[in-house]
């Protein structure tokens, strides 16, 4: 995927405007038309009761990146469902999050993301996706 500057910067004030985001530190690392990939360095504060990321994190980091995703196709959008599945315990210093558009259109978009350890790309710790509604 490569980068292009005005998704990236459009993305980065957006995210500036959730308050969520601004806590959590998420950063963009690369967007394009239908794809995004987004970081983020762990803190404990993260921690759930066993040390692990955090299932309300999980679901966020999913969240933002199908909504980054289909922003890069569609502006002014909402998520009207979500769903996550956690495949094992999400360990690690940085976490990547990749979302992508699966299906566009002018009613409704379709979205998918994955969220990884950095350097462990070929075993994700959860899967998800969302159906996004284009507001007026």
Partial sequence: MSVD?????DLEALSRLAAFNIWLGIEITQACWGDVELQLR??????Q???YLHASI???LI???CGFAGT???KNLLASQFS???LRPAIAEVFVVKGKVVKPGSR?????AELYGLGVPEKPFAVGEALLVPMD
């Fill in 72 to 74: 890069t196709v569609t």
């Fill in 58 to 60: 999980v679901g966020g």
């Fill in 108 to 112: 409704q978009i379709f979205t998918s």
């Fill in 5 to 9: 500057s005005d998704f990236r910067a």
């Fill in 42 to 47: 762990w803190r404990p504060e993260f921690a």
């Fill in 84 to 86: 996550i599945r956690c």
């Fill in 49 to 51: 009761y066993n040390g």
């Fill in 63 to 65: 969240d933002t990146a």
